[in-house]
């Protein structure tokens, strides 16, 4: 189902159907403030699954990253020092993914021996507003394929054609960007970046 969905004039009513989707274990394909991206409830490991299907690996080996909407419940998914947290208090929301020491709650989600998490707090009303309403963060992962410029990360429509029969709601927010999100790896007690992305990183 292909949803229109737009930041500038949301129908709240609309969001209703999106949480009850996530909570019924489905999975959605949402916009972002970088690429759309492919997104479940993470207290629901058989979507867990079927998302790391869908990207032809498995929930142990995809590098999959945590949608949040604030930074307040952060310590729940990720171990994060002094100088970490400020400088992802200074950059978010924003087109950034921070890679933290998982805590001990993210091997349970997963069912899995993850020792990192990626976070995210986009600075986009949609993803933002869904985690709000659904009490808990999604888990995500980016339709963007780094190695070919392809028109369906863009276009909404496209991405209904290509993954209608894939994933149970499709959110159009209009168009998308073709760039992915900056990511810092934060574990080594530095901060490297190590994907450039849209996010100019501010210290």
Not at 128 to 141: A, C, D, F, Q, Y
Not at 169 to 192: K, P, V, W
């Amino acid at each position: 189902m292909l949803l229109k969905l737009y930041p500038d004039n949301p129908n709240h009513r609309e969001f209703r159907k999106i949480i009850d989707v996530l909570k019924d274990g489905g999975i959605i394909i949402y916009p972002t403030d970088t690429v759309y991206a492919i997104g479940c409830d993470i207290t629901n490991n058989k979507a867990i699954q079927r998302i790391a299907k869908l990207k032809g690996t498995t929930a142990e080996k995809g590098n999959f990253s945590l949608i949040c909407n604030n930074l307040s419940n952060l310590s729940e998914y990720a171990k994060v020092d002094n100088s970490s947290f400020k400088i992802m208090k200074k950059n978010l929301p924003g087109a950034f993914t921070f890679i933290l020491p998982a805590s001990n709650n993210v091997p349970k989600l997963f069912k899995s021996k993850k020792k990192t998490v990626g976070i995210r707090v986009p600075d986009h009303y949609i993803p933002l507003r869904i985690v709000e309403e659904l009490g808990n963060p999604i888990m995500t992962t980016s339709i963007h394929d780094p190695d070919e410029v392809i028109e369906y990360t863009t276009d909404p429509e496209l991405i209904d054609e290509k993954y209608k029969k894939d994933v149970d709601l499709i959110i159009d927010g209009g168009y998308g960007n073709n760039t992915a999100s900056t990511i810092i790896d934060c574990t080594n007690g530095d901060f490297e970046v190590i994907r450039p992305g849209i996010g100019e990183l501010i210290f």
